[in-house]
């Protein structure tokens, strides 16, 4: 570095100073570039630092390069066009600038208008009434009656794609709710369809509505008026997929307060395994599991009121609903009576010690087992010849099967014969055919919405229904490797087997077999004229389970005795049902149906709770 760079010539110290302060930077720079350590060359560097002080102190200014001097080109006429050109594009980049915040002016004014504009909506929508718009409605005390009645309403399974414009009023539980934005989307249930209800802010949704409409607890009870509008694309989750409802008005009618026990979600999963559907049930396996959303067997039903909102439940029920209805509208095609005995006995219908035994009025008493002595009454003993009832059957067996209930509902059919039980199975057969039949045609959607959560495979069935004798159906499991003697009864895992076995060979799920031996049927039951150890019995199998057992009954006073007697019965017990037989009696049979059984059977259910709308067991008193 020269001096003339850094200092005035003129003053030798100064010159002095200026060469000292050289030749140290460069011996730091080669120290450096030789990688030396710091505390080599860091003693250069202090000295050199020094240096500079008194160099500042000479001259007055820092040690370094001088500013160079502006150098200025002489003035001419290339100069004027320059300072020419200059003065335009500085008029323009005012001009420019002066545009841009312009710009930024009306839009800063514009966003501030915005936002008094919302400010003044939203004081003028807190001093405006919405309650006819949002929010509870009051309580429903049938206080009045609005002018439409219930006409105003209308079902969410009617809602359709030909109703589109219309205005509609529903009302549902609140399944699901939502907000997106400005907007909210809410799903109403009913029974087994839902529907997509949705609002966004305007003048007539204040922001409150939005905000009231995702803050309401789900399964509480919602009433809704909108238009029915069609979306672009179908709604996925909503049974009413092609339509939803452009929300005018919200209320809630009944507010859910307590915490869900079990989400709806996970109540309506499909199933992730098939269960076995015979076997004991374990009541404390059947919690709910945590993993996977999973809610059990007996959480359901310590909730059953909200078990029973999901669809395959709603369907289920349905269906139990219709097995009832089509077992009365065949029997009454038939020439049937509808019958209502008595639950209260003195004595036990069927014999043995599985009743539920009271106090009555210090007698003691029981619950009916069966309607059996009192439909033998009517049919042929009271001269009605035919005749049902629908009814419960008290059962006090302490079995925690995935089968057995302590309580159920039977149907029951009796009948005057004319020479040959075979008269009750025609019946019976035909009967069972006739509900299959209506099922598949009346409840088709039922059906599916059960199959959704519980996939299961349509029973089949014959048109002439198989009827096999019990010496038949043990040869068959003899063949098939199973050890069953004519004489014993049927375990449980053996009429499964048979079940396989019959469907694989006749390609029926349902059949009758019958000539059961007399030893495990009640006491009431025909023997076999041809066989003292048989008797004129059978049972009725679904998928390889019993629905239904009956019998050709004892009409004769005296062999009735004799039977009962050996069945350890006590006579005076049944006095009442004996003396019916001494003044003329029917030749006649008829049966017992399970209808729980049925429904479980028909549907491929793995256990009888499932339909049981609020199932007694062993262990279960309530709900």
Not at 53 to 76: A, S
Not at 364 to 383: E, I, N, R, T, V
Not at 428 to 451: A, N, P, Q, S, T
Not at 581 to 586: D, I, P, S, V
Request: aromatic residues 8%; proline residues 5%.
């Amino acid at each position: 570095m020269s001096s003339e760079e850094t200092a005035p010539a003129e003053d030798p110290a100064v010159v002095e100073l200026t060469a000292q302060i050289a030749n140290l930077g460069t011996s730091i720079s080669e120290a450096k570039k030789a990688n030396q350590p710091k505390e080599e060359w860091d003693p250069l560097l202090q000295q050199m630092l020094a240096l500079k002080v008194q160099y500042k102190e000479l001259t007055g200014n820092d040690f370094g390069q001088p500013k160079k001097e502006e150098t200025k080109r002489p003035k001419g006429e290339n100069n004027e066009d320059a300072s020419d050109k200059n003065k335009e594009k500085r008029a323009k980049k005012a001009a420019e600038k002066a545009a841009k915040e312009e710009k930024k002016r009306k839009q800063r004014e514009e966003r501030e208008a915005r936002e008094r504009e919302k400010l003044e909506k939203l004081a003028a929508a807190a001093d405006k009434d919405w309650s006819h718009v949002f929010g509870d409605a009051p309580m429903v005390q049938s206080a009045t009656k609005s002018e439409g009645g219930v006409s105003r309403w209308t079902k969410i399974g009617d809602l359709s794609t030909d109703m589109d414009g219309q205005t509609v009023v529903v009302r549902g539980y609140l399944h699901t709710s939502r907000g997106v934005g400005k907007g909210a989307f809410v799903l109403l249930r009913s029974s087994l369809y839902t529907v997509q209800c949705v609002a966004f802010e305007s003048d007539e949704i204040p922001p409150a509505m939005i905000k009231y409409m995702t803050n309401v607890p789900v399964e509480s009870i919602i009433d809704v008026c909108g238009v029915l509008t069609i979306p672009q694309k179908p709604v996925e989750g909503a049974t009413q997929s092609n339509v939803e409802i452009q929300v005018k008005s919200y209320h809630c009618v009944h507010k859910a307060t307590a915490a869900m026990p079990f989400q709806m979600e996970d109540a309506c999963r499909p199933d992730t395994a098939k269960e076995s559907d015979v076997g004991a049930y374990d009541h404390e396996a059947n919690k709910s599991d945590s993993e996977g959303g999973r809610v059990g067997q007996e959480t359901r039903l310590d909730h059953r009121w909200i078990d029973l909102r999901t669809p395959a439940n709603q369907s289920i029920f349905r269906i139990q609903s219709m097995v009832c209805t089509l077992f009365r509208e065949y029997l009454l095609s038939q020439d049937f009576v509808e019958i209502h005995t008595p639950k209260l006995l003195s004595g036990a219908s069927e014999g043995g010690a599985d009743v539920f035994t009271l106090d009555y009025f210090g007698k003691p008493a029981c619950l009916s087992m069966s309607p059996q002595l009192h439909k033998q009454m009517a049919a042929a003993c009271g001269g009605f010849e035919r005749v049902f009832e629908i009814g419960p059957v008290f059962r006090a067996e302490n079995s925690n099967t995935r089968r057995h209930l302590c309580e159920f509902t039977g149907l029951d059919l009796e009948m005057a014969i004319m020479e040959h039980y075979d008269e009750v199975l025609d019946v019976i057969g035909d009967l069972f055919v006739y509900m299959f039949d209506g099922l598949k045609e009346r409840c088709g959607r039922e059906l599916e919405r059960v199959r959704e959560q519980h996939g299961f495979e349509d029973l089949e069935y014959l048109r002439k229904t198989l009827k096999i004798d019990y010496a038949t159906g043990c040869k068959l499991l003899r063949e098939a490797g199973v050890s069953q003697d004519d004489y014993d009864d049927l375990s449980t895992e053996n009429e499964k087997k048979l079940g396989d076995i019959v469907k694989e060979k006749y390609k029926t799920d349902f059949f009758i077999m019958d000539k059961y031996p007399l030893a495990v049927r009640p006491f009431y039951t025909m023997p076999d004229p041809n066989n003292p150890k048989l008797s004129n019995s059978y049972d009725i199998f679904i998928r390889g389970q019993e629905i239904l057992s009956g019998a050709q009954r004892i009409h004769e006073p005296a062999l009735l005795e004799e039977r009962a007697r050996a069945w350890g019965i006590d006579v005076a017990t049944i006095s009442s049902y004996l003396d019916a037989f001494r003044n003329g009696a029917l030749p006649h049979g008829g049966g017992g149906i399970g209808m729980e059984r049925v429904v479980m059977l028909y549907l491929g259910l793995p256990n009888i709770r499932k339909s049981s709308m609020f199932p007694r067991d062993p262990k279960r008193l309530a709900p």
